[in-house]
């Protein structure tokens, strides 16, 4: 069997990456950006520092804002229409995974007219064409969008969310600039980058996990756990790991999947609407409990890149612990909650078949039937 590896042609990284923008867009012959945005980053003057370098290189461009934080339907079919009325011929995604995830949808869909049913772009559509070439600037050091083949839409008619994973949807352009990212709130970094960790740790335990991916998961597990409480307190250092880490996480886990503690994330998300980063951080931890007898070895090196002394004087089921103490501890060193109160008794048959239809479940190390999943639920209830 050959591993497949899909990234970016061009990433820029470190602070004052963002100059580069103009730089490509010129070196591509581009002549219009649309530029998608989320309206609380227009609103604090972060998507001007981008909009700013167009102005200034006589670049011009359409901002588009109609963008939630779960992007819904809705939000890409607006965008689609918007697109095709702008004149644009590339675009600029600037925000979180949000953000990120509405601009993938309009571009394959710009370029892929056959599916503008957006359901139908759900698991592996089979699109023929690249999607709208897109530079891709994160705001936020969690999803990794900016380099992976995967977007998530919420259908809030059905209350749901769905995966679309499609090589065509790859940002050409990755800039990350930890700049950018400097003015996320506390608990907004907190939550991504457990998201961050939760990419790697699932990205390294996956069934398709192979040497090249391992390498990317463990060196972003490495940098995310000694960066993420400084990135949360707004150190400099931390910031500029995590900007870092998390794309490493993207390069690897895009190339083999993921498991169920993202199913049951993006189940959480689309009925309660729990931040991603939240939802993740809850179920990473019980998950790695479920999963720990399908690991080999995988869970002494998790711990040893987390920082844990010791861990080749340990038993198996002491660095199995280990590793899930680890990630317990720094969970809570930045403020995320163990349990959600709105989670219901009732609720638990939609949540455990929805997690179990979910595109993410099939890469977990451990199979879950519905029933497991459910279990796996009523542990984060009060």
């Known amino acids: 069997m050959a591993n497949r590896i899909m990234l970016n042609q061009t990433s820029y990284?470190?602070?004052?990456?963002?100059?580069?923008?103009?730089?490509?867009?010129?070196?591509?012959?581009?002549v219009k950006a649309f530029v998608c945005s989320d309206p609380d980053l227009v609103k604090f003057n972060v998507t001007s520092k981008v909009t700013d370098i167009l102005s200034a290189n006589g670049l011009d461009f359409q901002l588009y804002t109609n963008i939630k934080a779960n992007p819904?339907?809705?939000?890409?079919?607006?965008?689609?229409?918007?697109?095709?009325?702008?004149?644009?011929?590339?675009?600029?995604?600037?925000?979180?995974?949000?953000?990120?995830?509405?601009?993938?949808?309009?571009?394959?869909?710009?370029?892929?007219?056959?599916?503008?049913?957006?359901?139908?772009?759900?698991?592996?559509?089979?699109?023929?064409?690249?999607?709208?070439?897109?530079?891709?600037?994160?705001?936020?050091?969690?999803?990794?969008a900016e380099v992976?083949?995967?977007?998530?839409?919420?259908?809030?008619?059905?209350?749901?969310?769905?995966?679309?994973?499609?090589?065509?949807?790859?940002?050409?352009?990755?800039?990350?600039?930890?700049?950018?990212?400097?003015?996320m709130p506390k608990g907004l970094t907190a939550s991504t980058g457990m998201d961050a960790l939760t990419h790697a740790i699932e990205g390294y335990t996956t069934k398709a996990a192979w040497e090249m991916t391992d390498m990317f998961h463990l060196k972003a597990i490495e940098i995310i756990s000694r960066s993420l409480r400084g990135a949360v307190a707004n150190t400099k250092e931390g910031r500029e790991g995590m900007a870092l880490g998390q794309y490493i996480a993207g390069m690897g886990f895009s190339n083999v999947g993921l498991g169920i503690a993202h199913s049951m994330a993006h189940t959480l998300g689309a009925v309660y609407d729990t931040p991603h980063g939240?939802?993740?951080?809850?179920?990473?931890?019980?998950?790695?409990?479920?999963?720990?007898?399908?690991?080999?070895?995988?869970?002494?090196?998790?711990?040893?890149?987390?920082?844990?002394?010791?861990?080749?004087e340990m038993t198996q089921e002491e660095y199995r612990k280990a590793a899930i103490d680890a990630v317990k501890q720094l969970s809570e060193d930045v403020g995320i909650p163990a349990t959600l109160e709105a989670v219901k008794e009732e609720d638990l048959p939609f949540l455990a078949q929805s997690a179990f239809a979910d595109a993410c479940a099939p890469g977990n190390p451990k199979d879950a039937s519905v029933e497991d999943l459910t279990a796996l639920f009523r542990k984060i209830m009060k």
Not at 149 to 168: A, G, L, M, Q, S
């Open 72 to 144: 819904t339907i809705e939000n890409v079919q607006h965008g689609v229409l918007s697109f095709k009325n702008s004149g644009a011929d590339y675009i600029i995604a600037i925000g979180g995974g949000s953000s990120m995830d509405t601009a993938k949808a309009i571009g394959i869909i710009i370029a892929n007219p056959e599916f503008e049913d957006v359901r139908s772009l759900e698991g592996t559509a089979a699109t023929t064409r690249p999607c709208v070439p897109i530079i891709a600037v994160p705001t936020t050091a969690g999803t990794a």
């Open 13 to 30: 990284h470190g602070a004052g990456a963002i100059q580069e923008i103009a730089t490509e867009a010129k070196a591509h012959g581009f």
């Open 148 to 183: 992976t083949i995967n977007y998530v839409i919420t259908d809030v008619e059905r209350k749901r969310k769905f995966v679309c994973v499609d090589p065509h949807d790859m940002p050409i352009i990755a800039v990350v600039d930890p700049d950018m990212m400097s003015s």
């Open 278 to 312: 939240v939802a993740c951080a809850m179920m990473l931890p019980i998950v790695m409990e479920y999963n720990q007898e399908c690991t080999g070895e995988k869970y002494r090196e998790i711990a040893r890149a987390m920082g844990v002394k010791g861990v080749d």
